[in-house]
């Protein structure tokens, strides 16, 4: 690739994602991160706040900061860190809870396996930037501690030690939630194919980090590895579908629950996870039994849901129905999932979806105006203004990790 494609990227995020969150994310009031953000950047400041909203910024301003060795993006990792202690955690049975009021106070107090494995993500890649960047041990050891605490509480009440896997959500006092909903729309689930690929990404960036601050441990970094590749396995077997697809609800034994929708951004994101989780475990067995397994998501998911002329990724297909909305983290994960691919097979098919994608993305899918990514985009390339730019379930994680992960996967500085 030529190196102007890695600028355009490179300038993209640190002139138009980051920026945003920095000016128009926080709430100076509550000490938290606004609940909702319109399109015309306006906070509703009386806004719920879910967990995973300073989690997700928590690891994108650490990573922005690991990747550019920049203090300057630390200071908002610092601000979701406190965001995250101060509204979320539970001081007398620990955890994180999955919402918040505007005025921090708990409002949902269940333990959702999504919110516990986004704030590990987050914290394990602070204390890595806490390490790195500042070089402050002390610190980053208290703050990897806090993320170990994360890891043994899921692996203690979550995970199912019987049929594999984590059961969507947990009571406030860790106790199993057998009727969990991941948002109150929402049929029950007891085990989401979505929040379980939280935390394989969460175990993936603990055992990547876990060297940064704890060299010395290798013993738990066998142990956090042996739960990961029990995991990339797992999701493979139960997941991943016959038609290279990702599935979405599961009972106990992991059959499938009622919706039968292929999510196109979910499937093209768990392709790349699963390589990625794999290839930071080094195994060179799971690495052969991934190597298919990621390509042929990811061609099934350009056969099927990409827009080849207009160079977008499509939402869902259910019931032989296709849903060709144009949303903001599918076109996050088609980047990385379609670019993953093509360095595992050099396909020039996958390389002109991701390139036109990054096109789909800079002319229809961003605002050059104020910044950040529209929610929404019809196929026109209209955005749905009345869907919200920023707030509790739309963050910055997926868009501006594509952009760092394309970034790092380049090779080239940038800095």
């Known amino acids: 690739m030529d190196t102007s494609f890695y600028t355009q990227i490179k300038d993209h995020l640190v002139s138009n994602i980051l920026p945003f969150w920095e000016k128009y994310g926080k709430d100076p009031v509550t ?21 995973l909203l300073p989690s997700d910024i928590l690891w994108t301003y650490s990573s922005a900061a690991r990747l550019f060795i920049s203090a300057d993006y630390m200071k908002t990792a610092e601000f979701a860190f406190l965001s995250l202690k ?31 494995a986004a704030a590990l993500y987050g914290l394990c890649e602070y204390a890595a930037a806490l390490k790195e960047v500042l070089k402050l041990d002390y610190p980053a050891t208290v703050v990897m501690d806090r993320a170990l605490a994360v890891y043994s509480l899921l692996e203690r009440y979550a995970k199912d030690t019987e049929h594999g896997g984590y059961i969507t959500a947990c009571t406030e006092t ?39 601050v704890y060299p010395e441990q290798t013993d738990l970094q066998k142990l956090v590895g042996a739960s990961l590749k029990e995991l990339v396995l797992l999701l493979a077997d139960k997941a991943v579908t016959a038609d290279h697809d990702f599935g979405r609800q599961y009972d106990m034994e992991w059959k499938q629950l009622g919706c039968s929708a292929t999510s196109f951004g979910k499937s093209i994101e768990a392709s790349w996870q699963l390589w990625d989780a794999a ?19 990811a061609r099934s998911v350009l056969a ?35 670019y993953n691919a093509w360095e595992l097979t050099g396909g020039e098919d996958f390389k002109m979806a991701f390139q036109k994608e990054w096109n789909w993305v800079t002319d229809h899918q961003a ?49």
């Open 279 to 297: 290839n930071e475990l080094a195994d060179d067995d799971l690495l052969e039994k991934m190597r298919p397994v990621a390509v042929d998501m």
């Open 174 to 212: 860790w106790q199993p939630e057998m009727d969990a909903h991941i948002l109150p729309e929402d049929t029950v689930c007891i085990k989401s194919a979505d929040s379980n690929l939280r935390v394989l990404q969460a175990y993936t960036n603990l055992h990547r980090t876990l060297v940064c």
């Open 31 to 51: 000490e938290d991160f606004c609940g909702s953000i319109d399109s015309n950047c306006k906070a509703d400041n009386h806004a719920s706040r879910s967990a």
């Open 304 to 338: 099927s849901g990409f827009d080849r002329t207009a160079g977008a990724l499509e939402n869902a297909m259910q019931n032989g129905k296709k849903d060709t909305d144009r949303i903001w983290k599918n076109q996050a994960e088609a980047l990385v999932g379609f």
């Open 367 to 415: 605002d050059k105006a104020n910044g950040e990514w529209y929610d929404t985009v019809d196929t026109e390339g209209k955005p749905d203004l009345s869907k919200p730019k920023g707030g509790s379930w739309k963050s910055c994680l997926s868009n501006a990790r594509a952009c760092m992960e394309l970034l790092r996967r380049s090779g080239t500085a940038l800095r």
């Open 86 to 116: 101060r509204h979320f955690f539970d001081t007398l049975n620990g955890g994180f809870y999955w919402t918040a009021k505007a005025d921090g106070t708990p409002e949902n107090t269940e333990k959702q396996t999504a919110a516990q």
